[in-house]
């Protein structure tokens, strides 16, 4: 694997002052050859204009949380970090990546919980670029593959995991949201390392059941609820006898 290594660049301001000043000096002397007819001084001057404005190509910006990978004919030369105008050798081909927070939703997934009962669900996932060799080089599209490995991941947990649970002390989608969120954190921390990310947060943002069962399941739980506070009744009422006794 191609791991990232720190690209220190020159000053940019510095060699812009110096090719600036290679730049009016070469141009002075290439006028003065020009007026006297010497052909070597004209060859020479006009040489030195024309690398010095090559040279300008090799300037560039960095912006605060912000890398520029650098490739020479296609080999990896190091990312610059360092913020403000930087210099570099012109002929580096330079790929900006953003190191900054993002935030990504995924789609709402259609999947069954461990139940087997159908489900809609969604994740928000808080992730930044850490590797930016990984996220260029070890990947196609490092963005479009936080999308996909996310999804996968949220399917994959959604059938490990029931809706609700039936019984106490049970993990559940519904009931379990913390358990849950770390899971869901770690699997997809796995799935996305080999492509330089760092994920901070991850947490279900959308959970229900699918429409063709809504209505079934809230019969349901409203017959659980009323028979749970038949229940609390029921013990009530009982608690109140033992007591008299």
Do not use: C
């Amino acid at each position: 694997m191609i791991r990232e290594q720190e690209k220190h660049t020159a000053p940019g301001l510095l060699m812009l002052t110096i090719l600036l000043i290679i730049l009016v000096v070469g141009g002075a002397g290439l006028v003065r050859a020009a007026r006297i007819a010497d052909v070597a001084g004209i060859v020479a001057f006009a040489l030195v204009v024309a690398l010095d404005l090559l040279a300008f190509k090799g300037l560039f910006t960095v912006a605060p949380n912000e890398g520029q990978v650098l490739q020479l004919f296609g080999a990896y030369r190091g990312t610059a970090r360092e913020e403000g105008l930087r210099w570099a050798n012109p002929f580096f081909s330079k790929k900006r990546i953003s190191l900054r927070v993002r935030n990504f939703e995924s789609a709402h997934l259609k999947v069954n919980d461990t139940d087997g009962n159908p489900i809609e669900i969604a994740a928000i996932v808080v992730w930044r670029v850490v590797d930016t060799a990984e996220a260029v080089f070890e990947v196609d599209d490092y963005e479009n593959y936080v999308r996909v490995q996310t999804e996968s991941a949220v399917r994959n947990l959604a059938t490990h995991y029931p809706y609700d649970a039936h019984l106490d002390g049970h993990l559940s989608l519904r009931g379990s949201t913390d358990e849950v969120a770390k899971q869901l954190k770690s699997e997809i921390q796995d799935r996305l390392s080999k492509a330089g990310v760092e994920v901070s947060e991850a947490r279900i943002s959308h959970l229900a059941y699918a429409q063709e069962i809504a209505a079934a399941m809230l019969r349901r739980q409203q017959a659980g609820a009323i028979i749970a506070a038949r229940q609390k009744i029921v013990e009530g009422a009982v608690g109140m006898v033992e007591m008299a006794l």
